[in-house]
């Protein structure tokens, strides 16, 4: 019999150097804080070309701190509540083993709390950098508002980060070369 079973996600979004920085930040908000990260297409590995790595860093962090936390039935919020108390305290575990593992916690990490959100579960946009493909953050499917921003030199190494992992489902790849687009295509797994 034919399936199609969906057993982990570890998905990513690869901007090349020569990529539309600002759209590729829209998408990386969603991405990986859409839902609160809670959705098997969250993209918690943002693979990144170096030489875009300080602009779509910059602009990443600048688009996060102006993100709100709250009930998720407001139109006006970005980032709901995490669906209970220990999915909560298992992200917090993660951004543990994040600072750990040596990455860099650029933003969030820690229980969102104040005017009201002290009542639920909600945990703070995080985004870690500097991060290794081999780092359990980078490996792991963690299910909450985490992103790791993985640095890489070309598509080569972008392909290479984004197919090392055991987790597949989904990547999104910003460049304005239809030839880096189909060579991926090719070679994604």
């Known amino acids: 019999k034919r399936c199609s079973m969906e057993l982990g996600g570890k998905n990513a979004i690869a901007v ?3 990529a539309d920085v600002a759209l590729a930040v829209e998408g990386a908000l969603w991405g990986a804080f859409g839902t609160s990260g809670q959705r098997c297409t969250a993209s918690s590995r943002l693979i990144v070309d170096r030489s875009a790595l300080g602009a779509f860093t910059e602009a990443l ?3 996060t701190a102006k993100l709100r936390i709250g009930d998720g039935l407001d139109e006006s919020v970005h980032i709901g509540p995490l669906i209970n108390g220990p999915q909560r305290d298992r992200v917090h575990g993660y951004t543990k083993v994040g600072v750990a593992e040596g990455a860099t916690l650029l933003t969030g990490g820690d229980f969102a709390g104040g005017g009201g959100l002290e009542d639920g ?11 290794s493909p081999g780092m359990r953050i980078a490996q792991e499917e963690i299910f909450g508002p985490t992103t ?15 197919n090392g992992t055991s987790y597949g489902l989904s990547l999104s790849l910003y460049t304005n070369d239809l030839r880096t ?3 991926a295509i090719a070679e994604l797994q």
Request: hydrophobic share 60%; proline share 6%; net charge negative.
């Open 61 to 63: 962090l600048a688009q």
């Open 121 to 131: 579960f909600f945990y703070q946009p995080t985004i870690f950098t500097e991060v």
């Open 16 to 18: 090349m150097g020569d």
């Open 148 to 162: 790791a921003v993985i640095p890489v030199d070309g598509l080569d190494a972008a392909i290479a980060a984004a």
């Open 181 to 183: 687009a189909f060579r």
